[in-house]
């Protein structure tokens, strides 16, 4: 493998990423700014971004040892798992506090689990029970647009390995899922945060329509880097994407990307960078 071929490959792929990312973000806080919104609030996904991006370039500069990932793994099960001892709002903990700033759990660390779980192919006991654990907890939260967006990764990687471990995990998180959406009390809604997509559209009829063209370049750009790996970490992390993008039309969820906040784009960039880790150019 020529060393420079894939250094220009992983260069080329974080630079259109970083492009369809970006212009989400910038649109956002375009919209912020307009709806008179706190400063902060773009400033704080923007800084967000650029935190991620540093990070995805470093993912993708290492190939993580299977020991590795599972240490990542591990670390974000157990934030996940503190949100259950965070003060929630309603009866709902998706959130940890680190000082002022409140980061959702679950778009912070899923989208690499997500990868780090597909690497795997639930090989040995490890990963099968933190994919058990996970799902329970995102039902105990609840939080139903990160369950299901975690069972459709997950029924991924099951049709991929089609092994009995695999479709039973993929079973137990579409049945914690619908839990999550039992148990769910909706809250209310935060403009800028699961609104921006409303907020683009009476803006302008074509920055709502961009808006939503761009959203859906991001959620399946892990697809066309799928075929490189020769695996299922892209279509798994797109299925995530997938889900987690179309939920706001279903209830009161953040929009990735455009909506404010500094979890997603974290999680989404450190995921991408992981999977750049694994993926070799034709």
Not at 60 to 85: D, K, S
Request: glycine share 10%.
């Amino acid at each position: 493998m020529n060393q420079s071929l894939t250094h220009s490959y992983r260069g080329r792929s974080l630079s259109l990423f970083g492009l369809i990312s970006g212009l989400c973000v910038g649109i956002g806080a375009y919209l912020m700014i307009s709806g008179n919104v706190l400063t902060s609030a773009s400033l704080g996904t923007a800084l967000a971004w650029a935190i991620g991006a540093v990070l995805a370039i470093a993912c993708a500069c290492t190939r993580l040892a299977e020991r590795g990932l599972t240490v990542l793994t591990c670390i974000g099960g157990a934030a996940l798992t503190l949100t259950l001892f965070q003060s929630g709002q309603d009866d709902v903990t998706r959130w940890l506090a680190i000082g002022s700033v409140r980061l959702n759990a679950a778009m912070l660390t899923l989208p690499w689990i997500v990868v780090a779980m597909a690497q795997s192919g639930f090989r040995g006991r490890i990963y099968p029970a933190i994919a058990v654990v996970l799902a329970i907890i995102l039902a105990i939260q609840p939080d139903p647009s990160q369950a299901f967006a975690f069972a459709a990764a997950m029924g991924v990687v099951a049709l991929h390995e089609r092994n009995t471990k695999a479709l039973l995990i993929a079973a137990i998180s579409i049945g914690t899922a619908l839990v999550a959406i039992w148990r769910n009390t909706p809250l209310p809604p935060i403009p800028h945060v699961e609104l921006i997509i409303e907020m683009a559209f009476e803006t302008s009829s074509l920055l709502g329509f961009l808006l939503i063209l761009l959203l859906a370049a991001g959620a399946l750009f892990p697809a066309l880097l799928a075929r490189q790996s020769g695996r299922s970490e892209g279509l798994a992390l797109t299925a995530y994407l997938a889900v987690a993008t179309i939920a706001p039309a279903f209830g009161w969820f953040p929009v990735p990307w455009a909506g404010a906040g500094m979890s997603f784009p974290i999680g989404i960039w450190l995921a991408i960078g992981l999977l750049l880790s694994a993926s070799k150019p034709d």
